[in-house]
């Protein structure tokens, strides 16, 4: 016995029917019917460093009650019945950051990731994009200076980058301090960099739920 779960990504909310749809049409292994989106792979990745892939030498003490299913359009995972609650609440909070969608064919409920909600871009002017773009997020880093010196992307309450440029943010003159935080206090890390274009990279990652950029930095934990 497994408790599965279906994930892909959705730009709005679907209904209950059209999921199931989709999902048995993924089990089936076609194609087409799904949407790829880098926020899928950022999912997949954080999911297989925290419950590794069921392979012969993990079996024993693994979650998983068989291998993990994943292409360019899905994941589709089958959860060992002790261990569904714990594996089950860590997959729907992680597809929540990651904007992705779940359904729960036992249930046949969907659960719509949070960003529903539109992401809003804050610059120091005090003007707020609301949904911004790659472009909206390019142009906003781009051009801070000393004047219009910080930019903030909150992807929903509590999670978000921010950047100050120089003495004004704290950093050296020239200089940028990077910041992020992922919901709670002590996931609130900062970064002192000189190169715009990672910054820009990194604020293009937190927008498509991508934390593969963080590993250029390095980031310590800001004290309240």
């Known amino acids: 016995m497994s408790f599965d779960l279906g994930f892909w990504w959705e730009e709005h909310s679907i209904a209950p029917a059209e999921a199931a749809r989709k999902y048995n049409a993924m089990v089936e292994g076609d194609t087409g019917v799904g949407h790829e989106h880098p926020a899928l792979g950022a999912f997949y990745g954080e ?21 993990l299913y994943q292409t360019s359009e899905c994941v589709i995972v089958s959860i060992s019945y002790p261990r569904q609650r714990e594996v089950s609440d860590y997959l729907l909070g992680l ?56 930019v903030i992307l909150e992807t929903r309450p509590g999670w978000f980058i921010q950047v100050g440029l120089g003495v004004a943010a704290g950093a050296p003159a020239g200089f940028y301090a990077l910041e992020i935080r992922e919901g709670a206090k002590d996931k609130h890390f900062r970064a002192v960099v000189d190169d715009l274009p990672q910054v820009i990279n990194a604020f293009s990652g937190f927008l498509l739920g991508d934390s593969s950029w963080q590993s250029a930095f390095q980031f310590s934990r800001v004290s309240y």
């Open 47 to 67: 999911l297989v460093s925290q419950f590794p892939d069921l392979t012969e030498e993990n079996f024993e003490v693994s979650p998983w009650a068989a291998s």
């Open 95 to 150: 597809a929540g950051r990651r904007g992705i969608t779940c359904y729960d064919p036992q249930s046949e409920k969907v659960y719509f990731s949070e960003g529903e909600n539109p992401a809003t871009l804050e610059l120091s002017n005090g003007s707020v994009i609301n949904d911004p773009s790659r472009d909206d997020v390019t142009r906003a880093v781009s051009g801070l200076s000393p004047e219009d010196w910080y």
